[in-house]
C-alpha cells in the first residue's frame, strides 16, 4: 500500500472518530443535565485559556490539519498515466488499461488463483507490477516466464518497450 493511501487512511480515520465522540457527547447533554453543567464549566475554563497565542496555536494546527488532508486527497485521487512513445507520436495509457492487461494475464497463467494486483507508475515513467502468487515448485522457470510474456505482452498492446519493475510476493 503506498505511503498516500496510509496516511489519508489514518487521517480520514482520526476525523471520523473526532466526529462521532463529539457527536455522542452533544447528543448526550441533550437528554443529560448533569453533563450540561459539565460541558458549561468546560467551555467557562477554556473561556479563560482564549489567549492570542493559544488561539493561534490551535488556529494553525486545525489549518495545518485540513491543509495536509486536502494535499493526500489530491495524491491519492490524482490520476496516473504511463507515456509511451510510439514511431510517430506519443500515448498515454491509463493506469486502469495496464492492470486489465496484467489481470487478464495473471488470470490465464493461475486459472484458479486471483492474485491482488497493484500497478505502479515511478518517476521517468518506470512501470512496476506488485502481486502475490501462490507457493509453486520451481520459481526460476516462472519468473522467467512471467517477465518474457509480459515484456512482449506490454510491448505488442501498449508499446511499452522500457524496463519494467516485477514485484512477487509469496502468499
Known amino acids: 500500500m503506498r505511503l498516500e493511501s496510509v496516511l489519508l487512511s489514518l487521517i480520514h480515520l482520526f476525523s ?21 453543567g459539565q460541558i458549561e464549566y468546560l467551555m ?4 479563560q485559556l482564549l489567549e492570542p497565542k493559544t488561539l493561534a496555536i490551535v488556529g494553525f494546527l486545525f489549518v495545518s490539519y485540513g491543509l495536509i488532508l486536502f ?19 506519443k500515448v498515454l495509457i491509463d493506469r486502469s488499461i495496464i492492470q486489465e492487461y496484467v489481470s487478464n494475464y495473471f488470470k490465464t497463467l493461475l486459472p484458479n488463483e486471483n492474485p491482488p494486483l497493484e500497478i505502479i507508475f515511478h518517476p521517468k515513467q518506470k512501470l512496476e507490477i506488485l502481486t502475490k502468487l501462490p507457493e509453486m515448485g520451481d ?11 509480459l ?21
Open 139 to 149: 520459481k526460476e522457470i516462472l519468473l522467467k516466464r512471467i517477465e518474457n510474456e
Open 44 to 47: 467557562q475554563w477554556a473561556q
Open 16 to 36: 471520523l472518530i473526532f466526529f462521532i465522540a463529539v457527536g455522542c457527547m452533544a447528543l448526550s447533554a441533550a437528554v443529560s443535565t448533569s453533563l450540561r
Open 151 to 171: 515484456g512482449v505482452l506490454l510491448a505488442r498492446k501498449l508499446g511499452y518497450k522500457e524496463e519494467f519493475i516485477l514485484t512477487l510476493h509469496e502468499a
Open 71 to 89: 494535499v493526500l486527497l489530491l495524491l491519492g485521487y490524482r490520476k496516473s498515466f504511463l507515456r509511451v512513445s510510439l514511431k510517430s507520436s
